[in-house]
């Protein structure tokens, strides 16, 4: 596809394109080559005997025998092939004789083989048999006979259409051909086409040639078409309109013309279909469909069979038989848009068949069909097809029927309008009959009120239609999971809400519905990470995801991720925390679905606060713009936010960002948390009035709080940890105190990043109180950060600390009498501990008399039992 060059080096307009000899082709012929057949199998256009003429130009021994008309049949395909080796005169008498002979034997094809054979007996040539997709059964079985008996020394290219009717299994097991150069090899890549342009037009320009390219998809006679005319127009936008229209007439006068009407009719009638299944056509009224099929298969090469079982047109194929039916006019081409549409939706392919209801504007059938899928696609993630074909119906139909209200409704949930969504749900739960649709919508209305956290609207609507009894199983078990969640999030007793999930999970597990049984599980996975079991937590998350990816379920994949990441999260494991929150992000933003989304950036954003990952930290910002148009903040995210302030020491910017933001619900650690969180922030503000009552209100809610087992996790720990410095930053140290000896006391069952933390707090509380800790703080500040809490240790390293000792008595100590003191609380004697901090035991003896003496003491014992009441070891 070269034009050649003039004497001056200009492109040479007057003369055609020549083929460009294409290094990576030829290399591909050269391996297929060292095998004795080489077979080429593509669709027409594909340059099949083009690439064969580039190898072949060196070798002048080489045999061509391109089929025609004439040649399909047995004998028509033997005269040619001997026309074709220029067989001399004296040998074609005898074989004509003996060829009479073979007919007349039990297995003539075979026999005829055999004859044909020692007539062509020492013939060394490549011999090329192009066109072999013409060639009746017979012949093709005297071609693959003949070819066995030529022998080792032979060496055949056989280029087809199709070549599903040679023996290619046969031949590849024992090494006969290597795999076909096929559609694949032969198409151009877009360098190549680079390449060709620059060589034929040099005026184009590389964006032009790259539309022609994308255009056509490499098909080369496609390619060449385009490139002629952009040689003339000099603008692929010029081109792109008739290039098509050229592509387009190149197939119908090559593939489509040449078929009987009834195969031009089932192309038509299918070219809609992005697959073609035998079983399914069968039951549209095409008894013959296999049959066909392969038939079509093998006289066009643009139909591709599928491991499955199932068939395939070709991209730029499909697109011509659309076309065709356009010429044909608005009714053929709606009829087979409709014909698809429900042959896809009655095999469980709803997306597809509402692109292609919604592209022939049936309002009636796309109202329908949303009606009954339109919730089943939401959940899948076809949230932009349900919007556009929404769109498409007339305003009064789609705001009058209620199912398609709560379609509107779902697809206000997902993108984060959640009051919006909640105001539509309730409109069409309003204007719905029947006990099965209204529990439908109540338990999408149900889950956009527990996500923004409205457990007052969401009681109410369980005591409106939680009454009568629901047929629908798997609609029952999703109703009966979300009851439960949303009294777990009201407070009700554990024993309840596991009946509740445990009734809904046995529904579930008795049919095979795998969306059900899939959100069930992950409304139980939030529910026991509610109730603190967190390895049943971890295991109805795992589950579910599991079927969520299986099922192509985005959205619940998100938000059981989500769950996995918060489980993670709470054992302090960040590794897993880190994977199942990204998981979570990916998922989401497959399924379009904002608030999980919002949800799985919070968990990220949380640990890399968490991490002190300023890196990770600046990439997640980015995504925090996007998140500025959604009307709510989840919890962890705005507690992450906070702590980012406080690394600056703004500690009244985190204080009002707290008060601002709503507290959390439905969560009694996550609100202990937060009251923690407004006393720290309040009291490094200087805050004093908030900051006490923020205090009273932690140690109400700690004290109420109804699993006192629970005290260990995480939420719950770092509650104390920041009471303590709140705390310690107003004075109180007997209550700094008493919230670190709570945490020491659980120092076993908690994990060792908060183990780490805890110490860094006492370790700053004893400085406060003795004033000579500092070496001990940035001991524990460096362990801190290798348990992965660096961000919380930055955190504390901002607090606005007193400058001197804040008691009296343990002020008045020097750093060594501090130690002298905490190694006698282990039992250490003057020897021993001269030992320890290279001292004489006399030297000992006068720092702990000065101990003794500052703290008022009468003796050793009163002044370890005085300083491990106050905290100081």
Known sequence: MVRGLVATGRVDSSKPFEPLVRERLSERFVRA??????????????????????????????????????????????????????????????????????????????????????????????????????????????????????????RWILATRNPLDLPLATWLAYRRMDMPVDEVDLRLWQEEAQQIAGASVPSATESDVTGLWELTGGWPTAFTFGLHLLSRAQKFKRVAGTTREMVY?????????????????????????????????????????????????????????????????????????????????????????????????GNGRPA???????????ADSVARFLAAHGSELVVRGALEQVGLALAVLPADLRESRPELVALSADLKARSGQLSEAVALYKSSLEALDGVDARASVACRLLSALSDCSDLIGANKILAQVGGAPIQNRSLRARFLALRALIRCRSGVSADEVLGLTREATELVSQNEDPTARAAVLQTSAVINYLLDSFEDSQEAASEALSISESENLSSLAARSALVLAEVAGALCNQTNASWASSQALRYAGAAQDRVAWLAALAESYALA??????????????????????????????????????????????HDLLRSAADPVGNPRRAILRCAERALYAAGANVRDEAEEAIRDWQDQIGA??????????????????????????????????????????????????????????????????????????????????????????????????????????????????????????????????????RSPQTIDSHIKAVIRKLGCSGRQEAVGLARQHGII
Request: net charge neutral; proline share 4%; aromatic share 8%.
């Open 33 to 154: 080559s060292a095998y004795p057949v080489t077979v080429v199998a593509a669709p027409a256009g594909f340059g099949k005997s083009v690439a064969i003429h580039h190898f072949l130009s060196a070798d002048t021994t080489h045999v061509w025998f391109s089929l025609r008309n004439e040649d399909r049949s047995l004998d028509g395909f033997v005269r040619g092939l001997l026309r074709a080796f220029k067989a001399p005169s004296s040998k074609l008498k005898g074989f004509a004789s003996a060829a009479k002979i073979a007919r007349e034997q039990p297995s003539p094809v075979l026999e005829l083989a055999r004859v044909v054979s020692d007539v062509l007996l020492g013939r060394t040539e490549t011999v090329v048999v192009d066109n072999l997709h013409l060639a009746s059964p017979e012949a093709l079985t005297f071609l693959v006979e003949l070819i066995d008996r030529a022998g080792e020394g032979s």
């Open 249 to 345: 007439g190149y197939l119908a006068e090559q593939v489509f013309t040449t078929l009987g009407d009834g195969d031009r009719a089932f192309l038509l009638a299918t070219a809609f279909l992005p697959e073609l299944r035998p079983e399914q056509l069968v039951v549209g009224g095409y008894p013959d469909a296999q049959f066909a099929l392969n038939r079509l298969q093998r006289l066009t090469g643009f139909i591709k069979a599928e491991p499955n079982g199932a068939f395939t047109y070709l991209d730029l194929f499909r697109e011509f038989l659309q076309y065709q039916l356009q010429q044909l006019g608005k009714t053929e081409y709606e009829r087979a848009a409709k014909f698809a549409a429900e042959l896809l939706e």
């Open 705 to 838: 709080f109804e699993r006192p087992e629970a005290g260990h996790t995480r939420a719950l720990v770092l509650s104390r940890i920041w009471a303590a410095m709140a705390s310690l930053l107003l004075g109180r140290a007997a209550g700094a105190n008493h919230a670190l000896r709570d945490v020491e006391r659980e120092a076993r069952r908690i994990a060792p990043p908060l183990r780490a933390l805890c110490s860094l707090a006492r370790a700053t509380y004893i400085h406060v109180e003795t004033g000579s800790a500092q070496r001990d703080i940035s001991r524990a500040l460096e362990s801190v950060r290798e348990a992965g809490m660096g961000g919380y240790g930055r955190l504390l390293e901002q607090l606005p600390l007193p400058a001197a000792a804040s008691s009296p008595r343990f002020g008045s100590l020097t750093r060594t009498e501090v130690r002298v003191l905490r190694l006698l609380a282990v039992g250490g004697s003057s020897k021993s501990i001269g030992a320890e901090l290279e």
């Open 609 to 654: 606060v968490e991490r002190y990952d300023l890196e990770k930290l600046g990439e997640l910002d980015k995504s925090l713009e996007l998140a500025a148009s959604l009307k709510y903040r989840p919890v962890k995210l705005t507690s992450a936010l906070a702590v980012r302030l406080a690394w600056n020491g703004d500690f009244a910017a985190a």
């Open 352 to 362: 597809e068949a509402l692109a292609l209801y919604r592209q022939v504007l049936d």
